[in-house]
């Protein structure tokens, strides 16, 4: 069975500081991992996603993430947080390869606020 | 492409009534999916259609729960007898082709049973 945990459900960063926001996977076979963001009173939005070839991928807003699979994470960063980027944050993982390709595993979320 | 939809934003039910909740998907997409997201937790898949065909449902879906997906168009999702544990946010998504790279999501339906 496929599993994610995010550590941290709460991050708080300065405008201007690093984003990171950590996500751990669990999956039987090579999985297709994403992140997904979530605006207040907004349906969630893709960011990024990694399926196959290279492990650093870019996504939209200046976000970025790099698959690990020794250490089978998928931290999520930026290099600048801006006022705008304060939401909701989900990572989710697809046994696609696994033949289960309609359903997405979220973690719990981490909720990113940025100080002025 | 005017996004998923979901109708209604809100729906506020005494335990024991029956609710309905209605999605429309992006018009060309042929998948579309039923989440579940309560107070402190991501989302948690429920069921999906392929055009008309309802292919799986978590355990999750209680036989209190069905979902139709008549001519391969919205989508609807019915909860009979509802408890206070159904109160929860109802997501729909759909997507084009054959996987779920891209899911595009509805802003969902809040559920308060009381």
């Known amino acids: 069975a496929q599993s994610v945990t995010q550590l941290g459900s709460h991050v708080s960063v300065s405008e201007g500081a690093l984003v990171l926001l950590r ?15 979530q605006y207040p009173n907004q349906g969630l939005q893709l960011l990024l996603k990694y399926t196959t070839g290279a492990t650093l ?12 699979k020794s250490e089978t994470s998928f931290h ?4 600048s947080a801006h006022m705008s980027d304060a939401a909701e944050y989900f990572c989710a993982v697809s046994d696609l390869r696994g033949g289960s390709n309609y359903k997405l595993t979220f973690g719990k979320g981490t909720l990113l606020t940025v100080n002025p | 492409d005017t996004g998923v939809s979901q109708d209604p934003r809100h729906k506020i039910t005494k ?37 008309e065909a309802q292919l799986e449902k978590s355990r ?13 168009s919205f989508s609807t999702l019915e909860i009979q ?17 054959q996987g779920i790279e891209k899911l595009f999501f509805g802003s969902g339906t809040q559920l308060s049973v009381l």
Not at chain 2, 83 to 95: R, W
């Open chain 1, 76 to 79: 999520l960063t930026k290099p």
């Open chain 2, 81 to 97: 007898r509802t408890e206070q544990g159904d109160s929860a946010m109802y997501l729909c998504a759909s997507s084009q082709g």
């Open chain 1, 23 to 37: 996500c751990n996977y669990s999956s039987s076979v090579p999985p297709y991992l994403f992140w997904y963001v």
């Open chain 2, 15 to 51: 335990r024991g009534q029956n609710v309905t909740f209605r999605c429309d998907p992006i018009s060309e997409h042929n998948r579309l999916y039923w989440y579940r997201q309560t107070l402190g937790q991501g989302p948690e898949f429920l069921t999906y259609f392929q055009n």
């Open chain 2, 60 to 72: 999750l879906l209680s036989d209190r729960f069905s979902a139709e997906r008549p001519k391969g």
């Open chain 1, 57 to 68: 991928v870019k996504g939209i807003n200046g976000f970025e993430a790099e698959f690990k």
